[in-house]
């Protein structure tokens, strides 16, 4: 026996990832809805071999559905996601807007599988940003071993985070660049991000940060432990998919870089491609299409007391949203309703 679930947001790049990821892990289903705004009513999407037309989500009844997979904006998630949550059918929200809400889990099946039984206060679990989702699988298990202090990271996130107009500005103003005549103004980004990085994603908050940057911050104590402190620079890089990482780690205890590279060898998620020599680590283009987060780069920091330098790179359309929310939703299965 399968599981009834629904597709919210299922044009998208998140949404049709989510119907990729099931159909390869062969997600026990016994009924399938794809969802989305009445002006892409109708529009065809894939899951395997099966061909489905998207149905109007403002209309759609929950009632007699397993499990929600949200992959639409925090306005509409806010509107829709209560409608499900109230008619039974658990929500997986991929959005910002209960990530921070005290009655409501933030889960990376890795890292914290236990939280998943608040689920029941609002019938809601998020799924966490993009690249906090990388960073806390290579975070747990060592703070697991040695209790981390602090973390220092920077980010070089893709273009496709933002969504398909950023990937389609990206590659338009690339080729622009080659083609007098045929520049292309930045308007999805403040600056032009072909040959460019842009040191700014989400709004700016009063202390200087961008809102990115704050959720990574708090995300990560919610997730592994309040105690952590962190510090994010988050960076917008002409990449199309696949966001990377550079993770400054200061731990309690000391431990060295062989013993780091051990424990995260034997992690869940985690592939460790790290060899001193040309080519001996892990670029966001290798990653495209992976479930794994590759960690390269391992070495001791010689500057703070028990530090460690490591580089952290995953496909965010699926880690970062898409392949979390599926994990999520196996944990839901397992754990609590127990269908599959």
Known sequence: MGYRIVIVGATGNVGREMLNILDERQFPIDAIEVLASRRSLGTEC??????????????FDF???????????????????????????????NSSLYR??????????????DAIEGYSQKNI???????????????KPLHDRATIKRVVVSTYQSVSGT?????????NQTKGKYVPGQEVEAKVYTKDIAFNVIPHI???????????????????????????KVTATCVRVPVFVGHSEAINIEFEDFIDEDEVRDILRESPGIL??????????ITPVECVGDYATYISR???????????????????????????????????????????
Not at 100 to 113: A, F, G, R
Not at 202 to 228: N, R, Y
Request: charge should be negative.
């Open 272 to 281: 460790v491609v790290d060899k001193r020599e040309d080519g001996g680590y």
């Open 298 to 340: 391992i070495r001791q920091d010689s500057t703070v007391e028990n530090g460690i330098n490591l580089w952290c790179v995953s496909d965010n359309l699926r880690k970062g949203a898409a392949l979390n929310a599926i994990q999520i939703a196996e944990l839901l299965g397992r754990r609590i309703l127990k269908k599959g």
């Open 202 to 228: 989400d709004v700016f908050m009063d202390d200087g940060s961008t809102k990115e940057e704050w959720k990574m911050v708090a995300e990560t104590k919610k997730i592994i432990d309040p105690k952590i």
């Open 100 to 113: 921070h809400d005290p009655k409501v889990p933030l889960i990376v099946p890795e890292c914290n599988p």
């Open 125 to 139: 679990i998020a799924n966490p940003n993009c690249s906090t989702a990388q960073m806390v699988v290579a975070l």
């Open 163 to 171: 969504g398909k107009e950023a990937i389609d500005e990206l590659w």
């Open 63 to 93: 009632n007699g559905w397993d499990i929600a997979l949200f992959a639409i904006g925090s306005d509409a998630t806010k509107k829709y996601a209560p409608i499900a949550a109230a008619a039974g059918c658990v929500v997986i929200d």
């Open 46 to 59: 894939m899951i395997g071999d099966k061909t489905m037309k998207t149905k109007d989500l403002d209309t």
